[in-house]
């Protein structure tokens, strides 16, 4: 359950509906990269469901975030939340892809007009922009936009529930945790120019950095490209940055640049539901643990994300 109702817009330009209806069906990446066109230029969210985990829960914050038009990326046997509210088009895909996240993502963006933004998280995470309380994320869109910056870089913010209670898998909206301690940021290398990269960093902390035994080493980072501008040939790669180099640093060259969080349970979920893992672990909280309270304030407050010069 939401702890925090925040204002949103319900406008969506000239973006016409798809979805599950007598005379049309999505069911295939293919399909969802013919409808492209068809949602306009308004701000967009993915929304990629892996499991039936929080999906309710996860589209009704984004909704409130202010995201008018809503792409519901469903895994074969995910069912959708009921009723759909209005701007969101839902996907059955027929089978899972090996990378589900990007094959979204990269279906859709050929479509998506030049400069239009595009959003995308999974089922159980949750993005948070900067004073998002009061404004909403096409607000902060729009400012980036004209401080000429064409993506947001965001940290995930690892939730979960202090126990590995099996009937909750690391998930509880009601009560969740996050680790007010632990984080850090290196540059990041470019091993073919032997040199680090302009503006790049790599982001560890949360449950990946303190179960680091339990998660691959190529999964540990934290930052994301969560939001950017389309445009032609742009691609979400595998490491959860895109393919212009621009568009993953942290800042402008003259100035600190707007940053996000995405609050996320899905650490937790991996953690509670792997064998392994749900064996070693009785706990997931520690002395670094504090409630999450649902409120891009807190996130600021901790350093996790920074408004630039948006005041």
């Known amino acids: 359950m939401r702890k925090t109702r925040l204002p949103w817009d319900t406008r969506r330009g000239d973006a016409q509906p798809f979805g599950i209806g007598p005379d049309m069906e999505l069911t295939s990446l293919t399909d969802l990269a013919k409808a492209a066109a068809s949602l306009g230029a308004e701000p967009l969210m993915v929304i990629v469901c892996e499991d039936g985990v929080e999906v309710a829960g996860t589209l009704a914050h984004h909704v409130t975030l202010g995201f008018g038009t809503i792409v519901l990326a469903l895994a074969p046997g995910v069912a959708p939340p009921a009723p759909l509210p209005d701007g969101v088009h839902l996907v059955r895909l027929d089978h899972r892809p090996e990378d589900m996240a990007c094959a979204c993502v990269n279906a859709l963006l050929p479509g998506r007009p030049d400069g239009a933004w595009t959003a995308w998280a999974h089922n159980a995470e949750y993005l948070f922009t900067p004073f998002c309380e009061t404004r909403t994320v096409g607000e902060a869109m729009t400012f980036c936009t004209e401080e000429r910056r064409d993506a947001i870089l965001t940290c995930i913010v690892d939730l979960y529930a202090r126990d590995m209670d099996p009937g909750r898998n690391g998930v509880d909206t009601t009560d969740a945790w996050m680790d007010a301690a632990g984080y850090y940021a290196l540059a990041r290398w470019d091993d073919d120019a032997g040199e680090v990269k302009d503006r ?56 600190h640049s707007m940053t996000a969080c995405v609050a996320s349970f899905r650490a937790a979920k991996a953690l509670a539901t792997n064998p392994g893992s749900r064996a070693a672990i009785d706990r997931l909280d520690w002395d670094g643990s504090v409630r999450f309270d649902w409120r891009a304030q807190q996130l600021m407050d901790l350093g996790l994300m920074e408004p630039g010069q948006w005041f």
């Open 200 to 255: 790049q960093i790599d982001i560890f902390g949360g449950l990946r950095w303190r179960f680091e035994e339990h998660i691959p080493w190529d999964r540990r980072r934290i930052d994301r490209v969560s939001m950017f501008r389309a445009r032609k040939g742009l691609m979400l790669l595998p490491d959860h940055t895109v393919s212009d180099p621009e568009m993953c640093t942290v800042s402008a060259p003259w100035h």
